[in-house]
């Protein structure tokens, strides 16, 4: 490392104890300024970034987030155990997922959740969800049946119903999955196939050592191509639902379900849309 770049980094460690420095209280209270209460449904997407500030390991991360909720609410984790692919050339690996085994690649602190006590896992063979809280089995249920891993019969669905809030700790919006099911939800408006047209097959091993078969879409390449994020992102600031702020050196980003689908639905009800058309379609 040169002089210059040691003398960076030990500005940051120094900021990260002092400056950037908060503790578990200090995040509890700004989940509080987002709306998390005790009795509501939160779905964390994470980066455990270096420098962030603050004061404690993932798994104290992991116990302001539960206590935040509290046991009568709902926390929700993503935990798909393939990172830097799609879910197609995941499937194609021919790798079961294992619900007791295979790790959440979705970031330590989803890891460390994964692991934490009284946890469960969806049988998603692409798109596991994590969950705590008073009725975790309820919301995970049936998972495996569902062709579409994020349509309405998913626990993505599910979200939506309970009002969660979709949160971002030091992760961006293009990480909440959730967009996939709005996406899912607009299918019909898309100028190209949101899914692949065959059914892929995936395995799951349950809690209990028992294998089961999975067959699921996935998304189209094409519609992988053609999605612009951006203007979505654009628009639900623009409408003031898509919150940012920061903790230390912590990015926080938020959004409820409810607004996400709404305003989602009015942008591309005036006209708009977050996905390109295939070139070569009429009018373009």
Not at 46 to 65: E, M
Not at 91 to 112: F, Q, T
Not at 172 to 186: A, K, M
Request: aromatic fraction near 8%; hydrophobic fraction near 40%; charge should be positive.
């Amino acid at each position: 490392m040169s002089r210059l770049g040691a003398v960076k980094q030990w500005l940051k460690q120094t900021a990260a104890r002092t400056v950037w420095a908060y503790g578990p209280e200090e995040l509890a209270a700004r989940l509080r300024k987002c709306g998390v209460r005790p009795g509501s449904t939160l779905m964390v997407h994470s980066s455990w970034l270096p420098y962030n500030g603050f004061r404690g390991k993932p798994a104290d991360a992991v116990r302001v987030f539960k206590g935040a909720v509290g046991e009568g609410g709902l926390l929700v984790m993503t935990s798909m155990p393939y990172h830097n692919m799609s879910s197609a050339q995941w499937l194609a690996k021919g790798k079961p997922m294992n619900v007791a085994r295979s790790p959440s690649m979705m970031g330590l602190v989803s890891e460390v959740f994964r692991r934490s006590e009284n946890v469960r896992r969806s049988l998603s063979p692409t798109h596991p969800l994590l969950a705590w809280g008073e009725d975790a089995e309820a919301f995970i249920e049936g998972h495996e049946h569902a062709e579409r891993p994020f349509g309405a019969e998913s626990p993505f669905g599910r979200l939506l119903e309970r009002e969660a809030i979709i949160l971002g700790f030091d992760a961006p919006f293009s990480t909440f999955t959730y967009t996939h099911f709005v996406e899912d939800q607009l299918a019909s408006t898309l100028p190209c196939e949101l899914y692949e047209p065959d059914l892929v097959s995936g395995q799951v091993i349950d809690r209990h050592g028992q294998r089961h078969e999975c067959a699921v879409r996935v998304l189209s390449a094409e519609a992988n191509r053609l999605r612009r994020e951006s203007r979505l992102v654009a628009h639900l600031q623009q409408a003031g639902v898509l919150h940012s702020d920061r903790i230390g050196n912590t990015n926080l980003t938020w959004i409820t379900a409810a607004d996400h689908s709404r305003e989602s639905a009015r942008f591309v009800a005036g006209g708009h849309h977050f996905f390109d058309a295939p070139a070569g379609a009429a009018g373009v």
